[in-house]
């Protein structure tokens, strides 16, 4: 499996993350600004807005995909036949984050690095910090993994793999829908059918949001696109995660038993010259709940070349330059949301 580039590597200072429990007043480092009023999912309406829900074993499920790509940049999904790996990896994210906070040091990311436990990659684009710890997974977990538990690291291991596995496999299904749609051959492509010498990146980040003293003040996770041609979270029971909807404001995506959220990332969106949106979201905090998620990031191997396809497209002209995933991630790890504008044609 191709462990994916770290956009956010060159800025690895402050990475050390706080004893949450700890904590009983929101310090002035974590506060950020007053959101409760923000979120549409609040106001009471006959007809809220939601993020569409997909059964994969519904006949229509492409087009619904597709017209979900169009008009959300995100998605749940459900009839994937995965739920008793969700609750396995759920549990091993729980024992790891339950870890008192001396040991769960002892894999912490190095300055440089990219996976092992810490801050959000993107904490040193802002001056207060997220209400949020995580541990990152290239591939095998296992060096990290013996760091936490010398004897018995096996078992989240073994889970590790095999999530990471199921969640390439449906990752692949998803982009071929979407390739289909967009009549992007992806024969060509061996990193998209485990055939060949090339092969995806892949990275699984673990998110834990401890129960916040002030959670209207604070956040969990910062507004951000994905680095990705698609990712798959793993929401666990409690809410938090919001997208931006144009002329909706923020959209609650409210977890449902079994159901995984599918997010289009950077890559997608470049692609498909903007057809397929690349979804703006954040994490909202609660103060009794501690949140777990898993976001599954699926990108294309470093040295693939992103080119705008327009056969969906009536004007024909691309509107981003083609560049490789090499140099995406060096343009965004230096400026973040301003990515997309600097690679405009
Ligand atoms: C593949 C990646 C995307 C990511 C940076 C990373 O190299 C590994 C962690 C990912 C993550 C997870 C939490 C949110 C996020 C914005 C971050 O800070 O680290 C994403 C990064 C991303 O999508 O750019
Ligand atoms: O916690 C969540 O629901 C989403 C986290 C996220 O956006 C990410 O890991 O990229
Ligand atoms: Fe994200």
Request: net charge negative; hydrophobic share 35%.
């Amino acid at each position: 499996m191709g462990a994916i580039s770290d956009p956010y590597g060159a800025h690895l200072h402050h990475i050390i993350p706080i004893d949450f429990n700890s904590i009983q007043t929101l310090p002035e480092s974590h506060v950020w600004h007053d959101h409760s009023d923000e979120s549409s999912s609040g106001v009471p309406s006959a007809d809220p807005l939601s993020v569409p829900v997909i059964d994969l074993m519904d006949p229509e499920a492409p087009s619904l995909m597709i017209q979900a790509c169009e008009e959300w940049g995100i998605f749940q999904v459900i009839g994937h036949g995965l739920t008793k790996l969700m609750d396995d990896v759920e549990s091993e994210a729980e024992k790891l984050f339950g870890l008192p906070v001396d040991q769960k040091l002892k894999a912490l990311r190095s300055p440089g690095g990219a996976t092992g436990y810490g801050r959000p990659h993107i904490s040193p684009f802002f001056d207060k910090h997220m209400w949020h710890e995580g541990f990152t997974i290239m591939g095998s977990p296992v060096d990290h993994a013996k760091q936490l538990w010398p004897q018995d690291y096996q078992g989240f291991c073994d889970t590790m793999d095999d999530y990471q596995n199921q969640m390439k496999a449906l990752a692949q299904k998803l982009i071929h829908i979407f390739f289909k749609s967009l009549d992007i051959n992806f024969e060509e492509f061996d990193w998209l059918n485990d055939s060949g010498s090339s092969s995806p990146s892949t990275a699984l980040q673990l998110n834990s949001y401890p129960p916040c003293p002030d959670p209207t003040r604070a956040l969990g996770m910062a507004t951000h696109t994905d680095t990705s041609l698609v990712t798959i979270v793993q929401q666990c029971k409690t809410s938090g995660l919001q997208v931006f909807k144009d002329g909706a404001g923020w959209v609650l995506v409210q977890p449902i038993p079994g159901a995984l959220t599918v997010n289009l990332g950077d890559y997608l969106h470049i692609l498909s010259n903007g057809v397929f949106t690349s979804v703006r979201h954040r994490v909202v905090v609660n103060q009794q709940i501690q949140r777990f998620s898993m976001a599954y990031f699926y990108s294309p191997p470093r040295d693939f070349t992103v080119s705008p396809v327009l056969s969906r497209v009536l004007e024909k002209v691309p509107k981003y330059r083609s560049l490789t995933v090499k140099e995406y991630v060096d343009i965004k790890g230096k400026h973040l949301e301003k990515a997309f504008s600097l690679i405009q044609n």
